[in-house]
Each structure stands twice: as C-alpha cells, then as structure tokens.
C-alpha cells in the first residue's frame, strides 16, 4: 500500500519513517507505542491528502510536530512549496534536520505560533493535523490562506458532527463552503477523514505573501 502510495518518493518516505521512529521518539515527538503503527496510522494517513492539493502551489501547514502532514506531503510533491509553522524549539530542530536528511528544496521552516504570524501568508492551501477543534481552527487558519484559498484539516470519525457544530463560528471567520471528505479509498488502506474548508474574499490590515525560502 505505501509504495502504490508514495510511488516514486517512497525511498524518502522510508527514510522519513526511519526518522520518526529514532530520533522522533527519543526525543518524545511521537510514542514509543506508535513505532508499528508509523505506516497506516501516520504516513499513509497524512499522504492520501495530496489529492487535494493543486500543483503546483504554496501550501502552509499549522502545529507541524514532528512534520504530519506537511513534510509527508512536501516530499510526495515537489512542485508544492510548503511552510511547517511550528513554536517549539525542540520540534524545529528535529523539522530542521529531516529536511536536510530527506534535501527537501521546496520546504521552509517557520517557528512561531500561527496567531503570531496571521496575514503574513497567502497559501493556496494551509493544513493542520490534530491542532485544535474547528471553530479554534478557522481562526489559527484562514488568516493563512489566500481570498478563496482552502484549508484542509485531518480530523476523525466525528469531522461530520464537528463540521456541523461549528458552522456559525466557521462563517464568521471567512469561511463559505464547508465539506467532510473521505480520501484515499482506492488504496486498499483506512481513507483520512478531512474537513475542507474554503475561504471567500476578505480585506487585511497586513500585507500577505506567499511562503518564501527563507527561514
């Protein structure tokens, strides 16, 4: 499953996987218990987003932890420029080192808080893997990504319901269209659940570019 899934890129992501489970879990970025479970649980979750995804374009990924998804998907596409938004230290410089391990030219890295850097960006798409409820989410995200840009969150068996509960909230931070996708059904392998959001045009006070090379 993971190599019809990676294709090309599934040496990087073997090296990747080998990455998390040394360094990333001695240094408490991921369980000890998720070790066997790195593949289904982790990377082929995270992977099976890129489908929605255009290329090329700029993508920004919010809460990046050990770098799920962001550098799962950074290293399928590389004609998407990513931006790993993360404030810990620790957890920037073991994003840091898996770039120069996996020589991933289209990432950059960013540490701060998304709050912090809000209208900074204007990605045509912003993720977030496990960062907050939606309605939390909406205000971290959509200041990220550009007039009509989306923002893609990997939730799990509830999105529906929290999709639904958070519809008022949703509207009010720039969000017109709210859809709960299943993707990744044909691999034979669980589909990731994602609540894709699109945002509608909107005036801000900063001036907003797109995610650079510099960190």
Not at 135 to 164: I, T
Request: charged share 25%; glycine share 10%; proline share 6%.
């Amino acid at each position: 499953m993971a190599r019809d899934v990676f294709g090309a890129a599934f040496g990087l992501a073997q090296r990747y996987a080998g990455l998390l489970a040394g360094p990333g879990i001695v240094r408490g970025l991921i369980g000890p218990r998720e070790a066997d479970r790195l593949w289904e649980r982790h990377l082929l979750n995270c992977a099976q987003v890129a489908e929605l995804i255009p290329r090329p374009s700029t993508l920004v990924d919010i809460g990046s932890g050990a770098g799920l998804p962001g550098l799962v998907l950074a290293l399928l596409m590389d004609d998407v420029q990513v931006t790993l938004v993360e404030p810990m230290a620790r957890r920037v410089a073991f994003l840091d080192e898996c770039v120069i391990d996996l020589e991933l030219a289209n990432v950059t890295i960013r540490r701060a808080r998304a709050e912090e850097i809000a209208g900074e960006y204007a990605a045509d798409v912003v993720t977030a893997r496990a960062v907050a409820p939606l309605d939390r989410l909406a205000g971290l995200a959509v200041p990220l990504a550009r007039p009509g840009g989306r923002v893609l969150a990997l939730k799990g068996g509830r999105a529906a319901e929290e999709a639904a509960a958070a519809a008022p909230v949703l509207r009010q931070f720039g969000v017109d269209e709210v859809r709960v996708l299943q993707v990744g059904t044909g691999h034979g392998c669980p589909p990731t659940t994602v609540v894709s959001m699109k945002t509608r045009a909107r005036t801000t006070a900063k001036r907003a570019r797109t995610p650079g090379k510099q960190r």
